[in-house]
């Protein structure tokens, strides 16, 4: 599917890039309507799954790991949502979106295709990753 | 269904390339509007807002022989149906014609091209 970093993401890389302001751990989350990612997109843009079992994700800098090719790109180990049951608010999850873990501005957010947790064990697994091109 | 069902595993597939190819976006006949610190047009990038017809979509992909790949959506910003479409049929979205719930501030949506429409 698609990786949107919308611009307020793309603002943030400059500046770690350029050494103005340090990044920061993020927190990864699954949204649950049914929207595309969207350059002018903010964190609010979504609306965050709940019930179920569901909680976010904290992703740690120091966890990424990054290879050097091209394109460059950070990978991070898998991460796996086990709910206990349906969501609550909406049923269905549509992608992920991932938030600075202090300021919790959005990075970049991705749809997938869409699964609706039901049953007490159901999963989704995800390996973050982003790519410099 | 739960919880007499039987537990499933979803492992979508993520993190596909961001960006359009390079040569792909830059002979696409659908570009993004001067700006004041881009003052020529630009080539199209995923999730920019555009316009088909009469609909409001969000660009997702474009491929060989320029046909761009559209979600559109409703006056709400959801998901409505995704099409296929010469790029050329398209033109960014002015900024009343980003759904209003997932509008930006309309600075921010001037520095990306996405003017008032002409009076």
Redesign the interface.
């Known amino acids: 599917?698609?990786?949107?970093?919308?611009?307020a993401g793309e603002v943030i890389a400059l500046k770690a890039f350029l050494n103005n302001t340090a990044g920061q751990d993020q927190t990864l989350k699954l949204f649950a309507?049914?929207?595309?990612?969207?350059?002018?997109?903010?964190a609010g843009?979504y609306t965050e799954a709940a019930g179920g079992g569901y909680a976010s994700k904290s992703l740690a800098g120091a966890s990424w790991t990054f290879t050097s090719a091209s394109p460059s790109h950070a990978d991070y180990a898998q991460q796996t949502w086990t709910f206990t049951?349906?969501l609550t608010t909406n049923p269905t999850v549509y992608g992920?979106f991932v938030v600075q873990a202090t300021s919790g501005t959005l990075l970049w957010a991705?749809a997938?295709?869409s699964?609706t947790p039901?049953?007490?064990?159901?999963?989704?697994?995800?390996?973050?990753?982003?790519?410099a091109? | 269904?739960?919880?007499?069902?039987?537990?499933?595993?979803?492992?979508?597939?993520?993190?596909?390339?961001?960006?359009i190819p390079t040569q792909v976006a830059v002979t696409s006949a659908l570009r993004r509007r001067p700006t004041k610190s881009h003052p020529h047009e630009m080539p199209p990038?995923?999730?920019?807002?555009v316009r088909y017809g009469d609909n409001t979509g969000?660009l997702?992909?474009i491929g060989h022989h320029d046909i761009a790949t559209v979600?559109l959506?409703d006056e709400h910003?959801?998901?409505t149906a995704q099409v296929s479409v010469p790029s050329n049929v398209l033109r960014q979205a002015h900024f009343e014609e980003?759904p209003e719930k997932?509008?930006?501030h309309e600075t921010?949506?001037v520095?990306?091209g996405?003017h008032r429409r002409p009076s």
């Open positions: 599917m698609t990786l949107v970093v919308p611009q309507t049914n929207v595309t990612p969207a350059e002018t997109d903010t843009s049951g349906a992920y991705e997938f295709t699964f039901a049953n007490n064990g159901d999963q989704i697994l995800l390996t973050p990753k982003i790519t091109d | 269904m739960w919880p007499f069902g039987k537990a499933r595993k979803h492992v979508p597939q993520v993190s596909g390339p961001r960006a990038a995923r999730g920019m807002w969000i997702t992909d979600m959506v910003g959801f998901n980003i997932r509008r930006p921010v949506a520095s990306m996405y």
